[in-house]
């Protein structure tokens, strides 16, 4: 063979062998996904004073009965429903491993927002009713603004949430109670003081609401940001406050591709999304293994 072919031969299959060392390097883990799911005010179709006339709708709302259909889905297929510190603890901050009793289960977040009281009334039922029936607790991560704690039904607003009401919840393991801002502001459209402002008077008073129960300080440590605004002047005063920010941008979460933690994704849930669907987007997350592996980032 001439040595002018062979030369071809082996400047190709170096080409060859330099382009399978890039590809190999370049080929990224599997995403590891976990839906983050948000949720509104529950309200209850038997019960006439939550249906119109009595009650206005909202396309925000959703039903206490698909929610259970929805619900019995995760509790019967042993989902693990993180808390918020959960969420940051093993998945975004990465300091503590996975427990062992959670691997080979999927792990999932159920948000409700602005601390209606349909949650409370409708929602918290179904999970007791769920334990006694699979004898495995599921749990709700409420955003809530404390100025609209323990409004009754009147014209101008819906029932919300009291104090006692998320005591009951916390103490019980049900609920893990964060900030919505304290009056459900467009953070966005704040100046310093008045943003600094809303995000102090919520943490406050959540865990005033709370003291006696929360001693690791868990109450209000992350938040979600009212009609998901956020911008850099938000974003720069978060860490005083808050560990992590939830906002809504219909994607699921891909825990080992999170380069801002201020940014964590929520699929919005409302009147027209079916428990169905929800079950889909759920089955999409990942199965928890020892050999997950992603970038440990440091905050």
């Given amino acids: 063979m001439k040595l002018k072919t062979l030369r071809k031969i082996g400047y190709f299959l170096g080409l060859f062998l330099i382009s399978l060392g890039l590809t190999a390097g370049t080929v990224k883990s599997p995403s590891v996904y976990i839906p983050v799911f948000g949720f509104h005010d529950i309200i209850d179709l038997q019960d006439k004073a939550e249906i119109p006339p009595q009650r206005p709708s909202y396309n925000i709302d959703y039903t206490k009965q698909d929610l259970e259909k929805f619900l019995d889905y995760l509790v019967r297929e042993d989902y693990w429903f993180l808390s918020s510190q959960d969420l940051f603890i093993y998945f975004i901050k990465k300091s503590k491993p996975i427990p062992p009793e959670h691997l080979g289960q999927k792990a999932i977040v159920l948000t409700f927002d602005d601390g209606y009281k349909g949650v409370h009334k409708n929602a918290l039922p179904i999970l007791k009713k769920l334990e006694d029936k699979y004898g495995k607790k599921g749990k709700f991560v409420l955003f809530v603004n404390p100025w609209t704690m323990g409004i009754d039904n009147n014209m101008k607003d819906l029932s919300h949430v009291s104090c006692n009401n998320l005591r009951e919840g916390y103490k019980s393991g049900f609920y893990d109670i964060q900030s919505h801002g304290f009056s459900h502001k467009n953070l966005a459209e704040l100046d310093g003081k008045e943003l600094e402002l809303e995000l102090y008077l919520a943490k406050f008073a959540l865990r005033k609401c709370t003291h006696d129960l929360d001693r690791n300080k868990i109450v ?16 720069k005063l978060l860490p005083k406050y808050h560990l992590t920010g939830f906002l809504y941008d219909d994607n699921l979460v891909k825990v080992n591709r999170l380069r801002n933690k201020y940014h964590i994704s929520r699929v919005t849930v409302n009147n027209k999304t079916s428990p169905y669907k929800l079950i889909r987007l759920a089955k999409k997350a990942s199965t928890l293994s020892k050999n997950l592996k992603w970038k440990k980032v440091s905050y």
């Fill in 220 to 235: 209000a440590a992350h938040i979600a940001y009212p009609y998901g605004a956020i911008n850099k002047r938000v974003e």
